[in-house]
C-alpha cells in the first residue's frame, strides 16, 4: 500500500498571529487594558511558534518520504516504510490537534468581537473562555510524545537492521575469502550512508517535535497566568463596585432625628 502523503497545510495559510479576528481582539484587548490581555498575546505568540515547528517537521516527514522511493535494498526499504508510516500516523495526529487549536482561538475571537458590537467593553471580559484550551494543548503533548517515541524507534530499528545486515555481508565475503584461501576480515562497516541520510530525517523531525511539545508546555503555563490575571482582576473590580454600593448607601441612608439626639 503507497503511503498517504502529509501535507504541510500550515505552510499553505498564515500562522493564527496574522488571522483577522485575532488581530482585531488583541488590539480591543490592549486598547481596553482587559484583564489577561498580555498573557493572552504570549499565548497567541507560542501557538504561531508551534505552527511554525510542525511546518517543518512536516516537510522533513515529506523529505523522508521522497528519499524513500530511491532506496533499492528492498530490506532496508521495507524497515524505512514501516517506520515511516508509524511517525506518519503520529505527526499527523500532532498536526490535526495544531489544527483544532488554531480553530476554537480563531472562533473564541470571532465569538467576542460580535459580542462586543453589542455590549461594548464588557465583552473583553469574555477572554476567560480560552481557559478551555488547556485540553487541546494537553492532547498536542500526548501526540508530541508518540511521535517522538516513533523517532526513536525507527533511528534504532535502522541501526540494528544495518548492523545486521553488514554482518551477513562480511560473512559472505569471508566465505570467498576462505575459497581463495585469503585472511578473513573481522571488521564490521558503519550503517552506511543511505541509512545514515534516513537517520537524520528522523532525528529532524524528532526535533522539530519536541519543539512543539515545549511550545504547548509554555502555552498551558500561560493558560494558568491568564486565568489568574482574569480571575484578579475581576475580584478587584467587584470589590471596588461592592464598596462604592456601600458608600452611596451610606450617603442616601436617612439622618438621625436631632429631637432624639437631644433627648
Same mark, same amino acid.
Given at each position: 500500500m503507497a503511503e498517504e502523503m502529509i501535507q504541510p497545510a500550515?505552510?499553505?495559510?498564515?500562522?493564527?498571529?496574522?488571522?483577522?479576528?485575532?488581530?482585531?481582539?488583541?488590539?480591543?484587548?490592549?486598547?481596553n487594558d482587559a484583564p489577561g490581555w498580555r498573557e493572552f498575546a504570549v499565548l497567541i505568540s507560542h501557538m504561531t511558534e508551534m505552527e511554525r515547528q510542525l511546518a517543518d517537521a512536516l516537510d522533513d516527514l515529506q523529505g523522508i518520504h521522497e528519499r524513500l522511493q530511491e532506496v533499492q535494498n528492498q530490506s532496508l526499504k521495507?524497515?524505512?516504510?514501516k517506520n515511516y508510516q508509524s511517525l506518519q500516523k503520529n505527526v499527523n495526529t500532532m498536526h490535526q490537534s495544531v489544527s483544532e487549536l488554531k480553530k476554537q482561538i480563531v472562533e473564541g475571537c470571532k465569538t467576542i468581537l460580535e459580542d462586543f458590537k453589542v455590549r461594548g467593553s464588557i465583552a473583553l471580559n469574555g477572554i476567560?473562555?480560552? $481557559?478551555?484550551?488547556? #485540553? =487541546?494543548?494537553?492532547? @498536542?503533548?500526548?501526540?508530541?510524545?508518540?511521535?517522538?517515541?516513533?523517532?526513536?524507534?525507527?533511528?534504532?530499528?535502522?541501526?540494528?537492521?544495518?548492523?545486521?545486515?553488514?554482518?551477513?555481508?562480511?560473512?559472505?565475503?569471508?566465505?570467498?575469502?576462505? $575459497?581463495?584461501?585469503? #585472511? =578473513?576480515?573481522?571488521? @564490521?562497516?558503519?550503517?552506511?550512508?543511505?541509512?545514515?541520510?534516513?537517520?537524520?530525517?528522523?532525528?529532524?523531525?524528532?526535533?522539530?517535535?519536541?519543539k512543539v511539545g515545549q511550545s504547548a508546555e509554555q502555552s498551558l503555563a500561560t493558560l494558568a497566568r491568564l486565568e489568574y490575571a482574569a480571575q484578579g482582576r475581576s475580584s478587584v473590580l467587584e470589590a471596588m463596585r461592592e464598596q462604592k454600593e456601600k458608600a452611596e448607601k451610606g450617603k442616601n441612608a436617612p439622618s438621625p432625628s436631632r429631637d432624639k439626639e437631644s433627648r
Amino acid at each position: 500500500m503507497a503511503e498517504e502523503m502529509i501535507q504541510p497545510a500550515t505552510v499553505e495559510e498564515p500562522p493564527v498571529a496574522e488571522n483577522e479576528q485575532v488581530k482585531a481582539l488583541l488590539v480591543l484587548l490592549k486598547e481596553n487594558d482587559a484583564p489577561g490581555w498580555r498573557e493572552f498575546a504570549v499565548l497567541i505568540s507560542h501557538m504561531t511558534e508551534m505552527e511554525r515547528q510542525l511546518a517543518d517537521a512536516l516537510d522533513d516527514l515529506q523529505g523522508i518520504h521522497e528519499r524513500l522511493q530511491e532506496v533499492q535494498n528492498q530490506s532496508l526499504k521495507s524497515v524505512l516504510k514501516k517506520n515511516y508510516q508509524s511517525l506518519q500516523k503520529n505527526v499527523n495526529t500532532m498536526h490535526q490537534s495544531v489544527s483544532e487549536l488554531k480553530k476554537q482561538i480563531v472562533e473564541g475571537c470571532k465569538t467576542i468581537l460580535e459580542d462586543f458590537k453589542v455590549r461594548g467593553s464588557i465583552a473583553l471580559n469574555g477572554i476567560t473562555r480560552f $481557559l478551555h484550551l488547556k #485540553p =487541546a494543548l494537553e492532547t @498536542v503533548q500526548k501526540a508530541v510524545e508518540k511521535s517522538t517515541q516513533a523517532c526513536d524507534r525507527a533511528v534504532s530499528r535502522i541501526d540494528a537492521f544495518s548492523k545486521e545486515y553488514h554482518k551477513a555481508g562480511l560473512h559472505l565475503k569471508n566465505m570467498g575469502h576462505a $575459497l581463495r584461501g585469503r #585472511p =578473513a576480515e573481522s571488521e @564490521v562497516k558503519g550503517t552506511g550512508w543511505v541509512a545514515d541520510a534516513f537517520k537524520g530525517g528522523f532525528k529532524l523531525v524528532r526535533h522539530f517535535s519536541s519543539k512543539v511539545g515545549q511550545s504547548a508546555e509554555q502555552s498551558l503555563a500561560t493558560l494558568a497566568r491568564l486565568e489568574y490575571a482574569a480571575q484578579g482582576r475581576s475580584s478587584v473590580l467587584e470589590a471596588m463596585r461592592e464598596q462604592k454600593e456601600k458608600a452611596e448607601k451610606g450617603k442616601n441612608a436617612p439622618s438621625p432625628s436631632r429631637d432624639k439626639e437631644s433627648r
